[in-house]
C-alpha cells in the first residue's frame, strides 16, 4: 500500500547518549518496550479516562484506552505497511503525559499555571517523563529514546511552525513527522469516539433511540443489526453497532490516507516530512461522522451531570493541591524541591501533579486536610 513511505528504522537519527545495538530487537521494538515498563505507563491505570474509577468496573482508564488506541493503530499500520514498532511505541506512549482527572486535569493545570506566564501541554509533559523524570538507567536520565520516538510525542496532536514554541526547536519544526506518528492521533480519535459511545450507554447517558435521532450515519448500521439480529436485546445491539462504527471510520482512515498520500506525490520518508500537510487523514465522508459524533458525546457524555458533577469537585482539589504546594514548597518530594534550581517553583510543583493518578491526588489532598495543611 504505501510500503515506500514506511519509516526504515535503519534512518533512525539515534539516542541522545549512544548505546550498543540489542542482539534481537531493534531500536523501535526496545523504545516500545521502555515505555511499557515505565512507571508513567503503569500509572495509566488509575488516571481518568473521561468516568472516574469508582463508578464502574467497566469503563476505560486511560490505560485500557492506550492498548486500544495501539491496537487501532496496528491494524492500520499493519494495512498500509508502515512500521509496526513505531507506531506501537508511540500509541503505548501517546498519553503518559496526561494528568490526573482527564481533559478537565489538563485544562485547569494549564489555567493554574497561566498565572504563572506558563502553561501545561500533557504533550511537553510526556517529553519531560521520558527525557528526565523516568530514572531506570544507570547512564543517563530519562528512557533514551530515537528521535523519531521522541518527535511523535512532541507533535502528537500538532505540527510546530519554526520558533512556535522553543524548546521543541530540535523537532524540526515546519516538517511533518514520519506517517506512522502521524496517525496517532487519528486512531486515538477513532479509539476514543467508539469507546465513549459504549461507555456512555452503558452509564446510562445514552440510548439507541437517541443515537438514531442524532447520529443519521450510525443509525444505518443500528438498523442493519435490528434486520439482522431482531431478537438481540439492546446491549448486544450497542455491541454490534459499536464494532461496526468502529471497522468503518478505520476503514475511512485508511482510505483518506492512502488518497492524500497518492495526491501528494510523496515517493518516501522524506516526501513525507515536506508534504504542506500531514497526510494521514480521514476520507471527507468519515471526517464529517467524525465530527456529528464527537459533538454528540459533548453533548450527552461529556457534559452530562455524571461527569461534570465528578470533575468539579476532583478539580477543586487539584487547584487546592497545587496552591498548598506553591505557599508550603517544603511538602514537595525531595527530588522536586531539587528540581526548583532548574525550572521555577511553579513548573516543579506541576511536574510532580501532572504525575500523580487520580487516586493519589486524593490521597495527598486527604492528608493535606487532615494535617490542617490544605489552604
Ligand atoms: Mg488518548
Keep these: 500500500m504505501l510500503a515506500p513511505l514506511r519509516f526504515d528504522v535503519r534512518q533512525a537519527r539515534g539516542r541522545r547518549y549512544p548505546e550498543t545495538p540489542h542482539p534481537y530487537r531493534n531500536d523501535f521494538q526496545r523504545d516500545r518496550d521502555r515505555i511499557v515498563h515505565a512507571r508513567a505507563f503503569r500509572r495509566l491505570e488509575d488516571k481518568t479516562q473521561v468516568f472516574a474509577p469508582g463508578l464502574s468496573d467497566h469503563f476505560r482508564n486511560r490505560l485500557t484506552h492506550t492498548i486500544e488506541v495501539a491496537q487501532i493503530a496496528r491494524t492500520v499500520a499493519g494495512v498500509l505497511e508502515l512500521d509496526l514498532d513505531l507506531v506501537e511505541a508511540l500509541a503505548l506512549g501517546h498519553d503518559v503525559g496526561h494528568p490526573p482527572f482527564g481533559h478537565s486535569g489538563e485544562c485547569e493545570l494549564n489555567r493554574l499555571m497561566k498565572a504563572h506566564n506558563a502553561g501545561f501541554d500533557h504533550n511537553l509533559h510526556a517529553l519531560r517523563i521520558v527525557e528526565w523524570f523516568e530514572q531506570r538507567y544507570a547512564r543517563f536520565p530519562g528512557l533514551n529514546l530515537t528521535f523519531e520516538v521522541r518527535e511523535g510525542i512532541a507533535k502528537h496532536s500538532r505540527d510546530i511552525e519554526p520558533g512556535e514554541v522553543p524548546e521543541l526547536d530540535a523537532y524540526l519544526p515546519g516538517l511533518r513527522p514520519p506517517l506512522e506518528a502521524q496517525l496517532i492521533d487519528l486512531c486515538d480519535e477513532i479509539a476514543y469516539n467508539t469507546a465513549d459511545l459504549d461507555d456512555g450507554y452503558a452509564a446510562g447517558l445514552i440510548t439507541l433511540g437517541m443515537i438514531g435521532a442524532e447520529l443519521p450515519d450510525v443509525a444505518l448500521f443500528r438498523d442493519d443489526i435490528e434486520s439482522k439480529y431482531p431478537g438481540a436485546n439492546e446491549h448486544m445491539k450497542v455491541q454490534e453497532m459499536v464494532r461496526a462504527l468502529l471497522n468503518w471510520l478505520v476503514s475511512g482512515l485508511i482510505e483518506g490516507t492512502v488518497d492524500a498520500a497518492?495526491?501528494?506525490?510523496?515517493?518516501?520518508?522524506?516526501?513525507?516530512?515536506?508534504?504542506?500537510?500531514?497526510?494521514?487523514?480521514?476520507?471527507?465522508?468519515?471526517?464529517?461522522?467524525?465530527?456529528?459524533?464527537?459533538?454528540?458525546?459533548?453533548?450527552?457524555?461529556?457534559?452530562?451531570?455524571?461527569?461534570?458533577?465528578?470533575?468539579?469537585?476532583?478539580?477543586?482539589?487539584?487547584?487546592?493541591?497545587?496552591?498548598?504546594?506553591?505557599?508550603?514548597?517544603?511538602?514537595?518530594?525531595?527530588?522536586?524541591?531539587?528540581?526548583?534550581?532548574?525550572?521555577?517553583?511553579?513548573?516543579?510543583?506541576?511536574?510532580?501533579?501532572?504525575?500523580?493518578?487520580?487516586?493519589?491526588l486524593l490521597r495527598t489532598w486527604e492528608q493535606l486536610r487532615s494535617t490542617g495543611r490544605l489552604e
Design 262 to 360: 497518492r495526491a501528494s506525490g510523496a515517493r518516501d520518508m522524506e516526501g513525507v516530512r515536506h508534504a504542506p500537510r500531514r497526510l494521514a487523514q480521514y476520507s471527507s465522508e468519515i471526517a464529517a461522522a467524525s465530527e456529528a459524533l464527537k459533538e454528540f458525546l459533548r453533548r450527552h457524555v461529556y457534559h452530562s451531570e455524571l461527569v461534570e458533577r465528578d470533575r468539579r469537585s476532583s478539580i477543586d482539589k487539584l487547584a487546592q493541591v497545587f496552591g498548598t504546594m506553591l505557599r508550603h514548597p517544603d511538602l514537595l518530594p525531595e527530588d522536586y524541591r531539587e528540581l526548583t534550581a532548574a525550572v521555577p517553583l511553579p513548573r516543579a510543583i506541576c511536574d510532580y501533579v501532572a504525575g500523580m493518578t487520580d487516586g493519589f
